[in-house]
């Protein structure tokens, strides 16, 4: 059983700063991805960023990039989202996802286990 906890959400200006974790526990894969995606209301969900457990190698939506910074932290299980200069655009919920296979995807459907997200508000 896999688990996975978000937190670090909240209200913020725009412009402002956040940083989202994604706490996981249960059984892990060391060859997995994690990845971030985003929903916002009346929205189909949409990918943010995704990195490899092992090696690191990241990938970013183009709305994104040069914004937000994935890392991770292997000891702690612990998925990270860096996010500037935010938006009123990024506001959404915001997600954690595993997905067992080496291979990036930015596809939800290829995302294995789910956490329960995170809402990330952010006012003009």
């Known amino acids: 059983q896999v688990q996975l906890v978000e937190s670090g959400g909240g209200l913020v200006q725009a412009g402002g700063s956040l940083r989202l974790s994604c706490a996981v526990s249960?059984?892990?894969?060391?060859?997995?991805?994690m990845g971030w995606f985003r929903q916002a209301p009346g929205k189909e969900r949409e990918f943010v960023a995704a990195?490899?457990?092992?090696?690191?190698?990241?990938y970013y939506a183009d709305s994104v990039k040069g914004r937000f910074t994935i890392s991770r932290d292997n000891a702690k299980n612990t998925v990270y989202l860096q996010m500037n200069s935010l938006k009123p655009e990024d506001t959404a919920l915001y997600y954690c996802?595993?997905?067992?296979?080496?291979?990036?995807?930015?596809?939800?459907?290829?995302?294995?286990?789910w956490g329960q997200g995170t809402q990330v508000t952010v006012s003009s």
């Open positions: 996802a595993v997905d067992r296979n080496w291979i990036i995807s930015t596809m939800t459907a290829e995302y294995d286990y």
């Open positions: 249960g059984r892990t894969f060391s060859g997995s991805v």
């Open positions: 990195i490899r457990w092992s090696g690191g190698s990241t």
